[in-house]
């Protein structure tokens, strides 16, 4: 039996998150953990963590997604608009 996602055109997602994100969450627990027991420093762990929350998807829309809409509206790509009389 087979069992296809309602949207064969969306990205695959493992749990919450998307694949992409599951991958960078792995590679940063690995240096967080050679971080924290080599070096005893915890900075490392505090942005995996931050990370993992920031990238939960729900309904294909996520906080990083919004943070990044936003940073790019507001600083980036913001459009002027000057009025000639």
Do not use: H
């Not at 050679?34 to 931050?50: C, D, E, N, Q, Y």
């Amino acid at each position: 039996m087979y069992i296809y996602p309602d949207n064969l055109k969306s990205k695959a997602t493992l749990w919450l998150w998307e694949l992409r994100d599951i991958g960078i969450i792995g590679v940063g627990c690995l240096i967080s953990v050679f971080a924290l027991s080599r070096l005893g420093w915890l900075p490392p762990i505090v942005v995996t963590a931050v990370y993992a929350f920031l990238s939960i998807r729900f309904e294909d829309v996520s906080i990083l997604d919004f943070i990044r809409y936003a940073a790019a509206f507001f600083f980036g790509k913001q459009q002027t608009y000057e009025w000639r009389a």
